[in-house]
């Protein structure tokens, strides 16, 4: 069946440090993969897409990479800070680019 | 600034009513998404839609109905609400090709059917 699982639903780091959320699918074979970040009562924000013929994205303090052999996506924020804190979404393009399927989610929370 | 908007931020209904919640971008955008969000459960695509007049199912299409009669609106209809309906729903908008464009969120209504 398809899945699509990232890696823990809350994870905590210390301020400064590099946090790194990780998107495994099955079954599915995105042509694009992205990334969203979400505060409590919003709606989810856009960060990074990755497409499968790329290896790495980057964006300032976030990078993205895309391995479609293992079927999994990594998420990292470098030099994270108490801002940083949300909930962070991977989504998978899917039929053709019609639409898209998410995952849970990831509750980062960086501490001062 | 490019929005989309929703019609309600909170909604409190009874069991059996039938429920409208309304979604608009200003972005010319052929693409449009409802999802609904459950803790744990992340967000599940309830319908979509690639043009006017046009409408697919997404995964949990069942006790929705959806409208798009203009191209910056799309409407999701709850035909007679249940509880099991209580949720955040959520609306998006992206460009033609969405795999390749980032999904526009609205802000998100918090319905809770009594």
Redesign the interface.
């Known amino acids: 069946s398809q899945k699509i699982e990232q890696n823990s ?1 809350a994870l905590n780091i210390q301020e400064g440090k590099t946090a790194t959320l990780t998107c495994n699918y099955t079954n599915y074979s ?3 993969l ?1 990334w ?1 970040r979400q505060d409590p ?6 960060l990074l ?1 990755i ?1 499968e013929n790329e290896k790495e994205k980057r964006k300032e303090r976030l990078k993205v990479t895309f391995d479609t052999t293992l079927k999994q996506s990594l998420f990292h924020i470098t030099a994270s800070q108490p801002a940083d804190s949300a909930t962070y ?1 991977c ?1 998978l ?2 039929n ?10 990831t509750r980062l929370s960086v501490l001062p | 600034d490019v929005k989309v908007t929703q019609s309600s931020r909170y909604l409190v209904k009874r069991t059996g009513e039938k429920v409208f919640l309304e979604c608009v971008q200003d972005m010319d955008h052929e693409n449009m998404f409802w999802y609904r969000q459950d803790p744990g459960l992340g967000l599940r695509l309830i319908y979509f839609s690639y043009d006017v007049k046009m409408k697919e199912k997404g995964d949990i299409p069942e006790g929705y109905s959806v409208s798009r009669e203009k191209k910056e609106r799309f409407s999701l209809i709850l035909e007679s609400a249940s509880t099991n309906q209580t949720s955040m729903y959520l609306c998006a908008s992206t460009p033609a090709l969405a795999g390749d464009n980032e999904q526009f969120f609205g802000p998100g209504t918090r319905l809770t059917v009594l």
């Open positions: 639903e995105p042509a694009y992205q969203y009562g919003r709606g989810p924000v856009f897409l497409r979404l989504a393009e899917r053709y680019g019609q639409n898209f399927v998410f995952g849970p989610g």
